[in-house]
């Protein structure tokens, strides 16, 4: 070896076959080592690699996907209708518009106010709304506004980007692969047992993650139950993260379909909406934050933080998805979504009441697009997912994918087209 030369530990680790030697004294950068911890691809990745190489190894075979929470019908005439035209107005020098305001648009704040919050009685101002690109992206990013030793709590199981984005903020402590848990974030079960209704913990958190209607579950905490949680969190000192992604498949009057209905929620939440499950904007993406003036720490307000982040980090929701989002709010808009929502709860009710025929125990499906089915014969999830793909060449999501809870459970989406969740129920009948 040259003279002022060394050899690397960590770059002969990484590529052995090769000899590498760096200058003596050289400094090498260092990566953000918490994402090194999280174990394996992201579930939904890791799924549609199993099933790719399943494909690819059995080309003939005619696969249904009810795994991904992804819509198939397309977006409905009135947003078509507004896209086209928002189109238009970027070709023409007078109505072009460039970077949108930090908020997004005065328009789309105003209606949701309006179409979202009012009916609703809840206190809400369209200054208190962030528009973004969707709510796994407000759910991932909104963990930055906390110092790195709070400790998080989340219902189990859990969409799993809650626990990811902390693990990568360093606030999640160690993996332990036997029992699937992190060493610093609190498990709150929600299995039949308890009625898939979390209890308190018996450590007090500092951040909460609540989904309600929830993913993956499909099940529902009531207005009552949900003002239960507000008022631990304000006895507490708490933070709530509410995602209100599926509000809009709640049938039930007594399930609420924002956290502000609650009393109090405006010191104690932050709410996260999206526009995919209630308007099909999955591949168009645009989503919302509300996060309430009321909620300061140490003087701190949450809103001038979020704020401060939103204008540096990110550069607005383009203006013609802006568009494309109000008129998801208009009254021809409504009529239409809300016929499209209830496409997919046929499925959903479709799915349910034919596994319930067959015999099998099922949960969710009521106020949600996502049915919860307990796997036969106290099967392990990840062997339902491939004794399901290999019998009956339908996807699902394993529901051990989403947390220690979720063993021995099993998630199917209700977002495919009618025809396959029929013919996806033919096959599970006949396997
Ligand atoms: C899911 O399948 O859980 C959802 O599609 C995930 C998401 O909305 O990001």
């Known amino acids: 070896m040259p003279s002022g030369f060394v050899e690397s530990p960590f770059l002969a680790a990484t590529y052995p076959s090769i000899a590498i030697t760096i200058q003596k004294g050289f400094i090498m950068y260092k990566i953000n080592s918490n994402y090194t ?35 198939t019908q397309p977006l409905v005439p009135a947003v078509i209708d507004a896209l086209h035209h928002s189109v238009d107005e970027m070709g023409c020098a007078e ?7 930090d908020l997004g648009y005065a328009f789309l704040r105003d209606r949701l106010v309006e179409r979202v919050y009012q009916p609703l009685h809840a206190e809400v101002s369209s200054d208190e709304i962030f528009i973004s690109d969707g709510a796994k992206s407000d759910s991932g990013n909104i963990q930055e506004l906390f110092s790195v030793d709070n400790t998080i709590a989340v219902t189990d199981p859990v969409y799993p980007v809650y ?136 003087g701190v307000s949450l809103h001038d933080l979020w704020a401060r982040r939103h204008g540096t980090k990110f550069n ?27 496409y997919y709860m046929r499925n959903a009710h479709t799915i349910k009441d034919s596994l319930l025929d067959m015999g099998y125990e099922v949960y969710g499906g009521v106020n949600a697009p996502y049915i919860w089915w307990k796997t036969p014969e106290d099967m392990t999830s990840w062997d339902f997912f491939d004794y399901l793909l290999t019998k009956a060449h339908v996807v699902g999501t394993p529901g051990a ?21 029929v013919s996806a129920l033919d096959r599970i009948r006949r396997m």
């Open 37 to 71: 911890k999280l174990p394996g691809n992201y579930l939904f990745s890791t799924i549609a690699k199993k099933v790719s190489a399943y494909k690819e190894a059995n080309p003939e075979v005619d696969l249904i996907r009810l795994g991904i929470g992804d819509v």
């Open 95 to 101: 109505t072009f518009h460039g970077y949108a305001p």
């Open 163 to 298: 626990i990811d984005s902390n693990v990568m903020g360093g606030r999640c402590g160690s993996f332990d692969p036997s029992s699937g848990k992190w060493s610093d974030v609190i498990y709150m079960p929600c299995t039949r047992e308890n009625g898939f209704v979390p209890a308190f913990p018996e450590r007090t958190p500092d951040v909460i993650y609540l989904c309600n209607p929830n993913n993956p579950t499909g099940t529902t905490l009531n207005v009552n139950q949900l003002q239960d949680w507000v008022d631990y969190a304000n006895r507490n000192g708490c933070i709530i993260i509410y995602d209100a992604a599926y509000e809009a498949y709640i049938t039930e009057k007594d399930v609420p379909h924002s956290i502000y209905e609650c009393t109090g929620a405006r010191s104690c939440a932050i709410e996260i909406r999206s526009f995919s499950k209630n308007a099909g904007f999955t591949g168009v993406r645009l989503g919302y934050t509300l996060v309430p003036k009321d909620i300061v720490q140490d």
């Open 316 to 342: 607005g929701a383009p203006y013609i998805v802006q568009r494309a989002g109000e008129a998801v709010y208009s009254d021809e808009g409504q009529r239409q979504v809300r016929e499209q929502v209830a």
């Open 401 to 421: 994918g989403f947390g220690p809870s979720g063993e021995g459970y099993f998630r199917l989406t209700a977002f495919g087209s009618y025809e396959d969740t």
